[in-house]
């Protein structure tokens, strides 16, 4: 008679293969029309170019750069705004409000040449004075005490830790500097091999000083004002609410590839398995499926009959 332990380890990669089947089952397979099967791609037209998002909480926990943390917020972020560089597909660094970039002085001086004739969402004109306002405010004590990550993301700028300690007032002439409207330097304290994808995060994404400067705090209850205000990404918000979500549409100001789809809805729902349920019956098009419980539970059943 084998002892427990011997089942134990014999069933262990049994049990495994038992988890991988449940958890392709819950979401972990291949996306739908990625298969060997036919695909409709018949573009629709454009009223049905309309992509409704869930997100699992009641509102975002905010729609500033500077201070954004979670991943739920940090994904609207991304529609609305952008910085000097980005990810691709491949996780690559590339280019963004950037056309291109230098790094001189070992390592130690980063200048970043912007593409021409950027704008905010709104029309007005985008240059290196906005990026190194976006920089310095989010490295100011009001903002990093909020998020508490500028320090993660920008820390290695010069000046960076004294900024956001009040000892010092700005960065702007030292660790960023404009040398002309469409050219800012970035100094560092220490020369690193990932600066750069650490400008990929919000905290260092260009924000309209003009907005902020109307609303304050509130600036970003009024994104959707003057036809979607504020932002620079490939979307402009065309309404926000606390209660039911944010509607967003291509941004005519941007600089780059037109976004094809016409609108994206991302909307608020209480938990996964409400806005699973309106997955099921059409009323949104992306969502979380409810299967960790289900994968536990349905473990625990197999593996307390494969013991007896």
């Given at each position: 008679m084998r002892s427990g332990k011997k089942i134990t380890t014999m069933m262990l990669p049994t049990l495994l293969c038992l988890f991988g089947v449940l958890l392709a089952a819950c979401?972990?397979?291949?996306?739908?029309?990625s298969g060997s099967g036919s695909v409709n791609k018949t573009k629709a037209p454009d009223n049905q170019q309309v992509y409704r998002?869930?997100?699992?909480?009641?509102?975002?926990?905010?729609f500033d750069p500077g201070i954004a943390t979670d991943n739920t917020s940090?994904?609207?972020?991304?529609?609305?705004?952008?910085?000097?560089?980005?990810?691709?597909?491949?996780l690559n660094i590339k280019p963004q409000l950037a056309q291109s970039y230098d790094i001189s002085d070992k390592g130690l001086t980063y200048t970043f040449h912007l593409r021409p004739d950027l704008k905010f969402s709104d029309g007005t004109k985008?240059?290196?004075?906005?990026?190194?306002?976006?920089?310095d405010r989010a490295l100011s004590p009001d903002i990093n005490n909020q998020s508490g990550v500028a320090l993660t993301y920008l820390g290695l700028i010069k000046n960076a830790p004294e900024r956001t300690e009040g000892?010092?007032?700005?960065?702007?002439g030292t660790g960023v500097i404009v040398k002309d409207p469409n050219t800012v330097v970035i100094k560092l304290n220490k020369a690193t091999g990932y600066f750069l994808g650490a400008l990929t995060y919000p905290t260092s994404f260009v924000v309209e000083k003009s907005v902020i400067d109307k609303y304050g705090s509130k600036w970003t209850d009024h994104l959707a004002d003057n036809g979607g205000q504020g932002g620079d990404g490939p979307?402009?918000?065309?309404?926000?609410?606390?209660?039911?979500g944010i509607k967003f549409v291509p941004n005519d100001n941007y600089y780059g590839k037109k976004p094809q789809l016409k609108?994206?809805?991302?909307?608020?729902f209480k938990d996964r398995q409400t806005s699973y349920n309106s997955y099921?019956?059409?009323?949104?098009?992306?969502?979380?499926?409810p299967c960790h419980s289900i994968v536990s539970r349905r473990l625990a059943l197999i593996s307390i009959r494969m013991m007896l």
């Open positions: 979401g972990g397979g291949s996306v739908p029309g998002w869930a997100f699992r909480l009641p509102d975002i926990a905010s940090i994904q609207a972020i991304n529609m609305a705004f952008t910085g000097l560089v980005q990810l691709d597909n491949q985008l240059d290196a004075n906005d990026v190194a306002y976006s920089i000892k010092v007032p700005s960065v702007i979307f402009k918000v065309k309404e926000y609410s606390h209660s039911t609108e994206v809805d991302y909307l608020p099921l019956a059409d009323q949104v098009d992306i969502t979380d499926i």
